[in-house]
């Protein structure tokens, strides 16, 4: 037993102290599931350890109360990022777009404001995108219309305004696209360029979570609430 406590790997110091950042900047003691700081990161609740690496972080619904911190953007073999559904404020840190790894960035329901970040662009492994139902403005960077490898792009329910990037629609995984409840000027046009690109389903009516099939592309748009 000795010596297999001698051996148990640990998450890099620098790696726990992003966590700890996370947890001060959020008040963690104020969270629904609280971390034991002086356990192993590895017991953390929401927190996924590969090899000695944080590669996973899912904490939806853990009333996370303050702002995400720059740092976070350090976590290097990161590939889910789970936030929603948190009183979470201030803005989406531009480092976030450092982490190459990432598969899944969510961050719905919470009081995040201000531009999406250009630098999420630079996620070329992301696969999903959700930032739907915060106080976004602006409008979505040309940069997101590089991440070829999306599936899910979702950004319903803020304040956006102007064009979405054309290139997103010749994006060859693209399965949904919800950009409902914001000011774009170009929803029309960018379903019509999806569906000749992908030749797959596209639904313009109906904003609720729909069965999607496997080579389905769907874009959400704004629907009477009276219609069946």
Request: net charge negative.
């Amino acid at each position: 037993m000795f010596i297999a406590s001698i051996v148990l790997a640990q998450v890099s110091k620098q790696e726990k102290q992003v966590l700890l950042d996370l947890y001060t900047a959020t008040n963690g003691l104020e969270w629904n599931k609280q971390w034991n700081v002086e356990q192993p990161v590895e017991t953390w609740y929401g927190v996924t350890v590969d090899n000695n690496k944080v590669t996973g972080i899912n904490l939806l619904f853990n009333n996370l109360n303050g702002t995400l911190p720059a740092s976070l953007g350090q976590l290097k073999n990161l590939k889910k990022l789970e936030l929603s559904f948190n009183p979470i404020s201030g803005t989406i840190p531009a480092e976030l777009g450092n982490l190459e790894q990432l598969e899944v960035l969510a961050i719905n329901g919470t009081a995040v404001s201000g531009n999406i970040p250009e630098s999420l662009g630079g996620l070329s492994n992301l696969k999903q995108l959700h930032l739907s139902s915060n106080q976004l403005s602006g409008m979505v960077p040309e940069s997101l219309g590089k991440l070829r490898k999306i599936e899910v792009f979702n950004v319903f329910d803020n304040d956006l305004h102007g064009s979405l990037p054309q290139e997103l629609a010749s994006c060859p995984n693209l399965k949904q696209l919800m950009v409902a409840e914001n000011n774009f000027n170009n929803p029309d046009d960018f379903s019509v360029i999806l569906l000749s690109n992908s030749g797959a389903k596209i639904d313009l009516l109906n904003n609720s979570s729909p069965q999607i099939e496997p080579v389905q592309s769907i874009i959400a748009v704004e629907r009477d609430e009276n219609e069946d």
